[in-house]
């Protein structure tokens, strides 16, 4: 696996964790809420080159996030996430790359 598509996993992962809390609030990646996929699940859609969508919790914003690996993105998958998402694409990137931009 490429580095940076193992960081972004690592990233989706820490955003994914609250959403699978059971008792005492340590989570349990394995057991999804009802309906949502595991962690393991998203992962391996994210390397076959498919949008994950991450939500939070209903109690919070109760918003979803188009998830997919930088390093695998299509034209056509930029232009579904611009189409219909919000507009806004979100995008991490090293220091010294948003400096040079």
């Known amino acids: ?8 996993l690592l990233i989706l992962l820490t955003f994914l964790m ?3 809390s059971i008792n005492n ?19 391996e859609d994210i390397r076959q ?9 209903e109690d919070r914003e ?6 997919i690996a930088a390093s695998l993105v299509t034209p056509e998958d930029m232009t579904f996430i611009v189409k219909h998402g919000t507009g806004i694409v979100c995008v991490s990137m ?5 400096e040079r931009l």
């Open 62 to 67: 109760n918003e979803g996030d188009l998830i």
């Open 49 to 57: 080159e498919k949008f994950v969508i991450v939500v939070d919790d």
């Open 18 to 20: 609250h959403a699978f």
């Open 25 to 43: 609030d340590v989570p349990d990646l394995d057991c999804p809420t009802e309906g949502l996929s595991s962690v393991s699940e998203a992962i």
């Open 1 to 8: 696996m490429r580095r940076h598509l193992r960081k972004s």
């Open 94 to 98: 090293k220091e010294e790359d948003l």
